[in-house]
């Protein structure tokens, strides 16, 4: 089953601080432009779909509903201003009911909760003297019939800190804010296409429900926001393979490939992400690589003690 779509649908060195201070400066205004595929909307109640669900296996409630998530630690190689990063990524799934009018995770089941699978996915890098801290936050329903019903994405480092949300109504409604003078605070509409970060979640579900062939995809809100793109859906290629997914994004000149186990519950086991870092005539074309070392399932909310940080050390991640 294929998500349904509407057709019409993250410095180069130069020594020193002034690096920094170059970066933190740098005008990302030329770039975000209006979107045509903007559109007004008032109406801002949640959408309901009459597409069918996809029917839950029991291996699938078995794993994801015995009250645990899953967390996922991988070393990270970042492409930031021409350059590699070393660092960590950890993908969190859990599932959740969902209250789809106010769009926040609901207290406890009742007959308006939708069941999602939540990701919150999360890279640590260092670039120079100063720290990159970014979360990406999907909810998808368990029932893979319809877009994400919420994303956002933040994005902390020492020049500031920028924040988008997509929330699913009527139209994909947006709220972004950034310290850039260019993209401050902005409120628009966005028709409804495929997100790419929705994909990362909708193959947990079902690998083989994923989109393929020429689409139009949203891509990922941390590509987004890091290469001061503008928000929309852009041509892309997208194939499927017994374990891998790759999505090409021509305009962008950008490719994500995402390497999962065939075999249920399809843990991603890698990505790359390859497109031009860096400025100017600085910029090169580098690959993004991100390789698993430790899965474990944990209800790590109740494991906050200073004893527990020892579980940080099975997953191989800094304390």
Not at 85 to 99: C, K, M, N, P, S
Not at 111 to 135: D, H, R
């Amino acid at each position: 089953m294929k998500l349904f779509t509407s057709k019409p649908f993250i410095k180069q060195s130069i020594f020193g601080l002034c690096v920094l201070m170059l970066s933190c400066n740098q005008n990302p205004s030329a770039e975000h432009k209006s979107s045509s595929s903007k559109v007004n909307v008032t109406e801002t109640k949640s959408v309901k779909t009459s597409s069918p669900k996809t029917p839950l296996s029991s291996d699938f409630k078995s794993y994801w509903y015995a009250g645990e998530a899953e967390i996922s630690s991988y070393k990270l190689e970042q492409a930031r201003y021409g350059e590699i990063r070393q660092g960590t990524a950890v993908l969190i799934y859990v599932t959740e009911d969902f209250l789809p009018d106010i769009q926040v995770k609901a207290d406890r089941r009742n007959a308006e909760t939708i069941p999602v699978l939540k990701l919150n996915a999360t890279k640590n890098f260092n670039t120079g003297i100063y720290p990159y801290s970014i979360m990406q936050s999907v909810f998808y329903p368990v029932s893979n019939n319809q877009h994400a019903l919420k994303l956002s994405t933040s994005v902390q480092e020492w020049c500031g800190h920028i924040y988008t949300q997509l929330n699913n109504k009527t139209a994909f409604e947006i709220a972004s804010h950034s310290y850039f003078q260019g993209e401050a605070d902005k409120h628009f509409s966005l028709n409804k296409s495929i997100l790419e970060n929705e994909l990362w979640t909708q193959l947990r579900i079902n690998p083989k429900s994923l989109p393929t062939g020429n689409l139009q995809i949203i891509p990922a809100f941390e590509f987004i926001r890091l290469k001061h793109k503008p928000l929309q859906a852009y041509a892309a290629t997208a194939t499927l393979e017994t374990d891998s997914y790759t999505v090409h994004y021509p305009e962008l000149q950008r490719t994500l490939k995402i390497m999962f186990n065939p075999k249920f519950p399809y843990d991603i086991l890698s990505w790359e992400e390859t497109f031009s870092s860096g400025f100017g005539k600085q910029a090169k074309t580098l690959t993004t690589k991100a390789s698993k070392l430790k899965t474990i399932k944990s209800p790590y909310w109740n494991l906050n003690h200073n004893k527990d940080e020892k579980l940080r050390e099975s997953l191989h991640l800094d304390s």
